[in-house]
Every structure is written in C-alpha cells, then in structure tokens.
C-alpha cells in the first residue's frame, strides 16, 4: 500500500532553514507527481507546492515562492521541501502528498506529517 | 489565490443528509472540473473522498457524492454516521499548475 512518511520538522528560528524530507513506498515513485501542503496549528490547510514525475516542472504557492525548493530524488524514493527565510507564519504540520498521475494532478494519498515550528 | 469558501460547520442527526458548499470562481472551481474532497479526523491525515468533482475512490462509501454547478462544488453526505464527523476541505485546481483549498467545513453528528 502506499506510505509516505516525512520527516525533518522541529523547531527553528526566524530566518533559519530547515529541510524536509518524505520517504515513499509502495507505488512506483517515479511515476508520479508529488505535493507539499501544509496545515497551520488549528487552521486549514494550504497547498505549498507540487512537482512533475522527473522533477522538470515545479510550482509553488505565492506565499512561499522564492524561499522554498520542492525537489525529489527518485533513486532514493525520496521528497524534499528546503526552507530557507523561514517566518512566524511558516509553522504548520507539512503533509508530504501524492499526485494521481506523473503530472501536477490532484492528490489522493497523504503521509500523516511533520511538525515545523518557527520561533525564537 | 484566495482560500475556496466552505461553511464553517455543518451539523445533522444520524441517518439526515447533509450537504457542504465549496465556492470559487471562474478562475478555479468555475473552469476546471478537478475538485476534490478531503476528510480530516483529528490528529489524522486527510483522506480523499472524492476527485474530478464526482467521482469516488475506491473503498468510500457511497453515502459520499460530489457535484458542481457554476462556481460552487457540492459534497453530499446521506445517511449520517457518527464516524462521518470531521472536517472535509475542498480543492480545485486553479491553473498554472497551482491549487486551492477550501476554508474547511466542521460536520457534527448531533
């Protein structure tokens, strides 16, 4: 079945970066696009960012452009979200999440997340 | 973009039907008919419940519909279960290879 498990949250300082990471299983990795979304403490959630199959194409939220790479290596099953310039606002459980085909298509399985908070 | 407006709770008795909006605008719900529907336990990651606008995954019960007129898309939940309470998000594709949450819907079993 499919699993996606993230990892790489904690706690960091206004400014700082931090890299999160996703481990996949049980589906062809490299077949399909993969997003980022986040959830903010009590609050609704919000699509960050989202790349295509082979890591050619990449789009991201107006709230995070320019200070977050979404990348991928699918040699290692693996998801990345680099945050650089973190902000107060930046603290949420980021959900690492799946595309239903290799493009930027809606998603239709979730890792349970990682917690990412920004503080001094 | 701006967040898709939901109503912020819905409530029903065991074995009502209740229905939540999702509106948008023509730039996203209005144009493209990619929404879909997520639930959300508490704690728990969301679970898709349905895509294209109507269509469900397999393994969701059917008691979940989805449907769309204009700008706004609907989800339709029939014969209320206590397990059906949760918050349910909608997201629509709004172009650009971009997406769009809802403000997230609150269903109550009474």
């Known amino acids: 079945q499919v699993q996606l498990v993230e990892s790489g949250g904690g706690v960091v300082q206004p400014g700082r970066s931090l890299r999160l990471s996703c481990a996949a299983s049980?589906?062809?990795?490299?077949?399909?696009?993969m997003h980022w979304v986040r959830q903010a403490p009590g609050k609704g959630l919000e699509w960050v960012a989202v790349?295509?199959?082979?890591?050619?194409?990449?789009y991201y939220a107006d709230s995070v452009k320019g200070r977050f790479t979404i990348s991928r290596d699918n040699s290692k099953n693996t998801l990345y979200l680099q945050m650089n310039s973190l902000r107060a606002e930046d603290t949420a459980v980021y959900y690492c999440?799946?595309?239903?085909?290799?493009?930027?298509?809606?998603?239709?399985?979730w890792g349970q997340g990682t917690l990412v908070t920004v503080s001094s | 973009q701006s967040a898709l407006t939901q109503p912020a709770s819905v409530s029903g008795s065991p074995g009502q039907s209740i229905t939540i909006s999702c509106t948008g605008t023509?730039?996203?719900?209005?144009?493209?008919?990619?929404v879909s529907w997520y639930q959300q336990h508490p704690g728990k990651a969301p679970k898709l419940m349905i895509y294209?606008?109507?269509k469900r995954p397999s393994g969701v019960s059917n008691r979940f519909s989805g449907s769309k007129s204009g700008n706004t898309a609907s989800l339709t939940i029939s014969g209320l279960q206590a397990e059906d309470e949760a918050d349910y998000y909608c997201?629509?594709?709004?172009?650009?290879?971009?997406?769009?949450f809802g403000t997230g819907t609150k269903v109550t079993v009474l």
């Open positions: 294209e606008g109507s």
């Open positions: 023509s730039s996203d719900v209005g144009t493209y008919n990619l």
């Open positions: 049980g589906f062809s990795f490299s077949s399909y696009g």
């Open positions: 999440a799946r595309a239903t085909k290799l493009g930027a298509t809606p998603i239709d399985y």
């Open positions: 997201c629509s594709y709004a172009g650009s290879s971009t997406y769009v």
């Open positions: 790349i295509w199959f082979d890591g050619s194409s990449k």
